[in-house]
């Protein structure tokens, strides 16, 4: 079992406990208990596929005795109709892990689905385009690798991943919001002596926070909120940074980013955008499994 496994298994089996409780009613009720059957899992829409793993343990872990083959893997392209898994093996198992490996496998090809859109839409391979730490409690290694499969990048995958000082940080060292940008150097100092090795990024809502961020040299500086022009007049200014400087930041957009407006904001220079939507309001990618014949 791998290490992806072992931390996801108990997710899976909890989901399945959340839907099954105390047995499959009406797969029992109307189902021979020797009936076996061959099932396809398609897409009903296309997309890209994430989550092709966990659908497959769900109907592991229902039962050992369905054999499931992959049709396509995480990050393929599918068309509506393709086949994305294949299923022979005890009908009432597949019937019962039914819903759950589909819930699996439609949020998690939607998250990868939405990603390689932003990604497309970005239009440069120069840009990373991440997912946050909005993610739904539970799924948040699924989702990240859902991203990746959509073609994205994976921000911190939790809070000791690495140090981004945000505006409630600055505040919570003075509650004086004329305070914060004074807050900022002594705050990136403090963080990269505390968090040896660690990324620094600091986020900063207007140019006179930009400048003293850009003075206190970390190695990440996050935009959030900003409208396009300021965007450009960020990345303006810190081409006046001397490359020989022993650190320019990287810039970093968050915050109202949508599919109509990324390539703009991929072309004022800044190297990072993050979005949230990724993985908080994707919409699932439609699947669903038919029984094709029974095994008699």
């Known amino acids: 079992m791998t290490a992806s496994e072992r931390l996801i298994r108990p997710l899976i089996r909890r989901a399945l406990q959340e839907d099954v409780r105390r047995g499959d009613l009406t797969t029992n009720a109307v189902v021979p208990p020797g009936a076996r059957i061959r099932a396809d899992v398609r897409a009903k829409a296309a997309g890209i596929v994430a989550g092709v793993n966990a659908a497959r343990w769900v109907f592991e872990t229902v039962d050992r005795r369905i054999r499931c083959t992959a049709k396509r893997k ?23 892990a039914e819903r759950t490996a589909l819930n699996f496998l439609g949020h998690l090809s939607g998250v990868a689905t939405l ?20 993610t739904i409690p539970g799924l948040r290694m699924l989702e990240k690798d859902a991203v990746r499969a959509g073609g994205g990048q994976n921000h911190r ?19 004086q919001q004329s305070a914060v940008s004074k807050n900022i150097p002594a705050a990136v100092r403090q963080a990269k002596r505390r968090a040896k090795g660690k990324t620094v990024e600091i986020e ?5 926070e930009f400048m003293a961020a850009l003075h206190a040299k970390p190695d990440v500086i996050l935009l959030d909120n900003w409208a396009l022009g300021d965007i450009r007049k960020a990345v303006t200014i810190r081409k006046l940074v001397p490359r020989h400087s022993s650190l320019v ?13 990324i390539r703009a904001i991929a072309k004022t220079g800044v190297e990072r955008i993050s979005i949230g939507r990724l993985t908080h309001s994707a919409p699932a990618l439609d699947v669903s499994l038919e029984v094709t014949s029974d095994e008699r």
């Not at 990603?115 to 909005?134: M, N, P, Q």
């Open 115 to 134: 990603t390689r859109a932003y990604v497309r839409r970005a239009g440069s391979a120069r840009i990373a385009v991440l997912d946050t730490r909005k």
């Open 249 to 261: 930041p990287l810039l970093e957009v968050s915050g109202g980013v949508t599919l109509a407006n």
């Open 204 to 208: 900063v809502t207007n140019l006179r």
């Open 157 to 175: 995958r939790g809070l000791d991943d690495a140090v981004l000082i945000k505006t409630n940080h600055l505040k919570a060292i003075s509650n």
């Open 74 to 96: 995480d990050g393929h392209a599918v068309r509506a109709g393709q086949v994305i898994l294949t299923l022979h093996g005890p009908a009432r198992s597949i019937l019962t």
